[in-house]
């Protein structure tokens, strides 16, 4: 087996601010550049949302439901010095329109894509529903989970037009004079949830993929245009002042971050960056009290080939970065589609090969789209489909979990990058078929640095520390045979041995 060495050194006096790191194969070498003083986005959060399981996993049988939560949100470690979960530093409950209650009726035929309501039939409230979605916000918040997020993929289907949890024809489901009712029922939910919980909403996103039909009874969905969401939002906002509603407003969550800055396929769902954010335009709401000044969009569908997925990127970051105070989220991903014949969303995968594009993917939104949030979609799935960090069993009442190497590979993210960490520079020079195969991005937070090197290579690399003005304190790595597995940090010799087909990550602290 060729071992590939990778050494890190700081020439002179810079050293606190200049790292290079040598990638050796035989005689060819390949230099990652860090450079501490070139600084990009501040990380806001990693996370991943509820949505459909926890509705009946949170009321599985304690030892179990708790041993999941664990995975997803425990900053804990265990005797052998491993992490006990990834700790997710926000989680996003899934406000449901009240499908469950119609039960067949709702014309969602798959009983786990359907979502209870708060909201009675006789307008009256009842707290004790999504039992099992709330047991999961107090573990999270129980775990340290300092952020939390709720999002509707439809309104009540008290509020909308056709009685259903899902659009007719692709039209919007909820008329204009309903606007004021909505957002006045999103305050009280707001209130509730924390009064039932102990847990405040820090954001609330009130519109999901609004450019997709949503007419299929697949979910719960809603299509909006942009003057729809717009005026919308508008009205959240007066009933979040008037209810003295501290959560903040999070719009976009485009199904495609294309829609972010292109019209591409609808003109009138497209553009958003301008459209809410540009003063002069008609739907311009950036001046409003209670809106985050950030702007969500999910990277489906452009993920794959790299260059493509780059360039569209980093399209993404010059329109962002020309509204000044304006950040990017990925709101929203598992893996779909054939991905230009990389890998197939179809079938689950626990094993290192999504768990590898999935980081990669990871690894591009925070690279070339300065993403201040990476989040996950269904946290916990009970399909054959490769969009689960943990998978279930399909029991209502109980039933077997199945940790995936994805959940490993996104903590390699989660657990070490905290909010508040800054992304530096990276860069690599070199050898092209060695360095295509090697993803490095680092962060740092006052003395505190994480480096994430993600080796898609089939051979082993060897890390060489040549800097004594880092400490480098310990390495953590998933692959096919570990889970964020911690190891030794050097061989005696000065180098750290990176897994062939891995995903690592180094923590250290500057002297």
Not at 25 to 46: A, C, E, M, R, Y
Request: a positive charge.
């Amino acid at each position: 087996m060729i071992v590939h060495k990778i050494k890190i050194v700081t020439p002179s006096i810079m050293a606190l601010l200049l790292t290079s790191l040598f990638v050796k194969s035989q005689d060819k070498t390949v230099t990652i550049n860090i450079d501490l003083s070139k600084t990009h986005q501040t990380i806001n959060n990693f996370s991943a949302s509820d949505a459909w399981s926890c509705q009946f996993v949170g009321n599985w049988p304690d030892e179990k439901r708790n041993k999941i939560a664990d995975l997803l949100f425990s900053m804990d470690t265990l005797k052998d010095g491993s992490p006990k979960g990834i700790a997710l530093s926000m989680w996003r409950f899934n406000i449901g329109a009240g499908s469950a209650e119609q039960g067949p009726e709702s014309g969602i035929k798959d009983e786990w894509r359907r979502a209870e309501s708060f909201f009675n039939i006789d307008g009256t409230y009842n707290w004790k529903n999504q039992a099992g979605q709330v047991w999961f916000m107090e573990a999270a918040k129980k775990r340290g989970v300092g952020q939390f997020l709720g999002f509707f993929n439809s309104p009540p289907v008290q509020f909308t037009v056709n009685g259903k949890a899902f659009a007719t024809k692709g039209k919007t489901n909820i008329l204009p004079e309903k606007y004021d009712t909505f957002a006045k029922y999103i305050s009280n939910v707001v209130k509730g949830v924390e009064q039932v919980s102990g847990v405040k909403l820090n954001y609330i996103s009130p519109v999901n993929e609004p450019q997709w039909g949503w007419s299929d009874g697949g979910q719960e969905g809603c299509p909006y245009n942009n003057t729809e969401i717009a005026e919308l939002v508008r009205s959240i906002n007066k009933t979040f002042i008037e209810d003295h509603i501290s959560s903040d407003i999070l719009i976009g969550e485009a199904g495609n971050i294309k829609y972010l800055f292109s019209p591409v396929d609808k003109p009138n769902k497209g553009n958003q960056i301008s459209d809410f954010f540009k003063r002069g335009s008609p739907n311009f709401i950036g001046d409003l009290k209670k809106l985050s000044k950030n702007i969500a969009a999910h990277s489906y569908f452009t993920t794959s080939p790299m260059a493509s997925s780059i360039k569209t990127r980093e399209t993404l970051s010059e329109a962002v970065s020309a509204v000044p105070g304006l950040n990017f989220w990925q709101s929203e991903y598992c893996i779909l589609g054939d991905n230009d014949g990389e890998i197939n969303g179809d079938k689950r995968d626990l094993g290192i090969n999504a768990a590898l594009y999935l980081a990669k993917v990871i690894h591009t939104d925070l690279t070339s789209a300065n993403a201040a949030a990476w989040q996950w979609w269904t946290a916990i799935s009970a399909y054959d489909y490769k969009d689960g960090l943990v998978y279930v069993d399909k029991n209502n009442t109980d039933g077997n979990f199945y940790p995936s190497k994805m959940l490993w590979a996104m903590g390699n993210y989660s657990r070490f990058i905290r909010p508040g960490y800054v992304r530096t520079d990276a860069g690599i020079d070199g050898d092209q078929a060695l360095s295509k195969n090697l993803f490095v991005s680092v962060f740092r937070k006052g003395k505190n640095i994480t480096t994430v090197i993600i080796n898609d290579n089939a051979d082993a690399v060897r890390v060489k520390i040549g800097n004594s003005k880092i400490k480098l304190l310990k390495k953590f790595t998933t692959s096919q045979t570990s889970d964020l597995q911690p190891g030794v940090l050097t061989d005696g010799k000065g180098c750290i041995s990176i897994s062939a087909k891995s995903v690592t990550t180094i923590t250290g602290t500057m002297l």
